[in-house]
């Protein structure tokens, strides 16, 4: 059965009043839409997946010509093929590492670029393989330059103590012994001092010497600190002192004549001391007897001064000495 023309239907909104019904909504979902959360990472792994891996004959090939040519269009396609490998070491010191993981692998992109440079294709040896030692080394430092407010890391014995501390602490424990430092001292060829020393700079935490020393009290742990430069009157004495020997050392040497006298001034008070060969060969007498006159002069010369200035017996520094 046909249904009547006269029979109500629902008619569309007009145009003009939907499409603002669209515009508003739309806004609306704008506004409780939350911004994607960007992750550098993520996307410096994307980036680097774009450049394809050499094969070892692309690689070796590329190297040799870059060793002869030194093109940086050679060098360019060396780095962007080994980028993912910074990545893959980079991950192995993440659990050294509590920030920025980046920071790691751009520290790693320094050492690749080292490796290029300095890579001999001749030695028989893969590039990457040679490059994996300076990613290593220079991710190594930055972790240990940048672990505490204090560097840490500056020897060799160090450097090993540092990458290898936390592995065999965790080998020793798992194995059943005590990782005391003696133990971990003997099984990596270093001093217990030194690995006494690593663990409390690994493990101990940076304060600040404005930090309270307490929650109830104002003083701050820098407070308590000894100051080790010297008090304004100590500077002052030090100068009286300093002045005051000056002037016995003019009375001292009036005194003096001959080979005495150039002894005196040429091996005891120059800036630059003349040997004892130097002197002996001047004076015309042996190395011997210069030294014996060089003694008898400073013996004289500190009961002169013993005598006329007590006080210079605390500063040592005033007094000529041997060399």
Same mark, same amino acid.
């Given at each position: 059965?046909?249904?009547?023309?006269?029979?109500?239907?629902?008619?569309?909104?007009?145009?003009?009043?939907?499409?603002?019904?669209?515009?508003?909504?739309?806004?609306?979902?704008?506004?409780?839409?939350?911004?994607?959360?960007?992750?550098?990472?993520?996307?410096?792994?994307?980036?680097?997946?774009?450049?394809?891996?050499?094969?070892?004959?692309?690689?070796?090939?590329?190297? &040799?010509?870059?060793?002869?040519?030194?093109?940086?269009? !050679?060098? $360019? +396609? #060396?780095?962007?093929?080994?980028? @993912? /490998?910074?990545?893959?070491?980079?991950?192995?010191?993440?659990?050294?590492?509590?920030?920025?993981?980046?920071?790691?692998?751009?520290?790693?992109?320094?050492?690749?670029?080292?490796?290029?440079?300095?890579?001999?294709?001749?030695?028989?040896?893969?590039?990457?393989?040679?490059?994996?030692?300076?990613?290593?080394?220079?991710?190594?430092?930055?972790?240990?330059?940048?672990?505490?407010?204090? &560097?840490?890391?500056?020897?060799?014995?160090?450097?090993? !103590?540092? $990458? +290898? #501390?936390?592995?065999?602490?965790? @080998? /020793?424990?798992?194995?059943?012994?005590?990782?005391?430092?003696?133990?971990?001292?003997?099984?990596?060829?270093?001093?217990?001092?030194?690995?006494?020393?690593?663990?409390?700079?690994?493990?101990?935490?940076?304060?600040?010497?404005?930090?309270?020393?307490?929650?109830?009290?104002?003083?701050?742990?820098?407070?308590?600190?000894?100051?080790?430069?010297?008090?304004?009157?100590?500077?002052?004495?030090?100068?009286?002192?300093?002045?005051?020997?000056?002037? !016995?050392?003019?009375?001292?040497?009036?005194?003096?004549?001959?080979?005495?006298?150039?002894?005196?001034?040429?091996?005891?008070?120059?800036?630059?001391?003349?040997?004892?060969?130097?002197?002996?060969?001047?004076?015309?007498?042996?190395?011997?007897?210069?030294?014996?006159?060089?003694?008898?002069?400073?013996?004289?010369?500190?009961?002169?001064?013993?005598?006329?200035?007590?006080?210079?017996?605390?500063?040592?520094?005033?007094?000529?000495?041997?060399?």
């Amino acid at each position: 059965m046909r249904k009547s023309n006269t029979e109500t239907k629902e008619l569309p909104a007009p145009i003009e009043e939907s499409g603002k019904e669209l515009t508003v909504q739309r806004e609306e979902e704008e506004k409780n839409k939350l911004p994607v959360k960007f992750d550098p990472l993520q996307k410096y792994l994307q980036e680097i997946s774009k450049y394809p891996i050499l094969s070892r004959e692309e690689e070796e090939r590329i190297a &040799k010509e870059y060793y002869k040519t030194k093109d940086p269009r !050679l060098a $360019y +396609k #060396l780095v962007v093929s080994n980028l @993912r /490998l910074v990545v893959k070491i980079a991950l192995e010191f993440q659990k050294f590492w509590a920030y920025n993981f980046l920071d790691l692998i751009q520290e790693g992109n320094l050492g690749l670029l080292q490796a290029v440079k300095k890579f001999d294709p001749y030695k028989g040896v893969k590039f990457s393989y040679y490059a994996s030692f300076w990613i290593k080394a220079y991710i190594l430092k930055y972790i240990m330059d940048n672990w505490k407010l204090v &560097k840490m890391g500056t020897t060799q014995a160090q450097r090993k !103590l540092f $990458y +290898k #501390l936390r592995k065999e602490k965790e @080998r /020793l424990a798992a194995l059943g012994f005590e990782a005391t430092p003696a133990e971990i001292a003997k099984r990596l060829g270093v001093k217990e001092k030194e690995v006494e020393e690593m663990e409390q700079r690994m493990f101990s935490q940076d304060i600040s010497l404005e930090a309270p020393i307490s929650p109830d009290s104002d003083d701050t742990v820098g407070s308590f600190l000894r100051d080790s430069r010297p008090t304004p009157e100590d500077t002052y004495a030090r100068e009286e002192i300093l002045n005051n020997f000056k002037k !016995l050392l003019k009375e001292f040497a009036k005194d003096l004549k001959g080979k005495d006298y150039v002894i005196f001034h040429e091996r005891l008070l120059a800036e630059k001391p003349k040997t004892l060969n130097e002197l002996s060969q001047k004076l015309g007498i042996s190395k011997e007897r210069v030294r014996q006159i060089e003694e008898k002069i400073i013996r004289k010369l500190r009961k002169f001064m013993e005598e006329r200035l007590p006080d210079a017996y605390y500063y040592p520094l005033a007094l000529p000495h041997k060399d």
